[in-house]
């Protein structure tokens, strides 16, 4: 399967700080990529959908001005986390999206970043 | 209620065991069903997917769908301890992915 990576894999920041999580696909170009958060002992939980070259389409709940997510080329998106508070700590996720057949893509995932703000 | 239902375990089975996994689903509009497996501190990997119901084998893995029940099933053959991971389902439409909360499972040598 394609390699996705994500950087940083954990970071800890102080509250009010802001954070930039990178997504890279390494070996394929990726025109979708996914955001989600996961918190512990619970289901991925889909944040926004970017598409390379316009703009993330977000989930209901999800502060787009908080959660800012930029998917400027087909290997890379960022979400940063502006303005970072303790229950914004979770485990961010990426995935970038290949079509398998008809409608249906095939996801594959980053490893994850761990955020904890202080 | 949430768009997919999984219990979240954990489940301990003996090495060999068969392995049964469910999870439930509402929308009846699904139309692709997933399995994933997740390692600790990783990102999720596509096991299978299945299109409407019916079955689809792969090596020691099953995946069964019944959509008239709204139910799906990931059977796991003679079970290792390296297939000790969380597994999620998924149910896909539109562009857009419902995962249920994922079960541990635990396989003991």
């Known amino acids: 399967g394609a390699v996705v990576s994500q950087h940083p894999s954990r970071v800890i920041c102080k509250s009010g700080t802001s954070v930039k999580i990178e997504c890279r696909s390494l070996?394929?170009?990726?025109?979708?990529m996914f955001w989600y958060r996961q918190f512990p002992k619970q289901s991925l939980m889909l944040m926004a959908t970017?598409?390379?070259?316009?703009?993330?389409?977000?989930e209901q709940g999800v502060e787009k001005d908080k959660f800012l997510i930029n998917h400027a080329s087909l290997t890379l998106s960022t979400l940063t986390v502006t303005s970072a508070h303790p229950e914004d700590s979770s485990f961010y996720i990426c995935?970038?999206?290949?079509?398998?057949?008809?409608?249906?893509?095939?996801?594959?995932f980053g490893p994850g970043t761990r955020l904890t703000v202080l | 209620q949430k768009e997919v239902e999984q219990d979240p375990g954990p489940l301990s089975v003996p090495e060999g065991a068969i392995v049964s996994l469910n999870c439930t689903y509402s929308?009846?509009?699904?139309?692709?069903f997933m399995w994933y497996r997740q390692y600790s501190r990783k990102g999720p990997e596509l096991l299978m997917y299945?299109?409407?119901?019916g079955n689809k084998e792969d090596g020691r893995f099953t995946a069964q769908v019944d959509k008239s029940s709204k139910y799906i099933s990931l059977f796991i053959r003679d079970s290792q301890p390296s297939d000790s991971a969380t597994y999620l389902c998924?149910?896909?439409?539109?562009?857009?992915?419902?995962f249920g909360s994922g079960t541990k499972l635990n396989v003991k040598p």
């Open positions: 070996d394929f170009q990726a025109t979708t």
């Open positions: 299945t299109y409407s119901s």
């Open positions: 970017s598409n390379e070259g316009s703009k993330a389409t977000y």
């Open positions: 929308n009846s509009a699904f139309q692709y």
């Open positions: 998924a149910c896909y439409n539109f562009n857009k992915f419902y």
């Open positions: 995935s970038a999206g290949s079509r398998l057949a008809g409608n249906v893509f095939e996801q594959f």
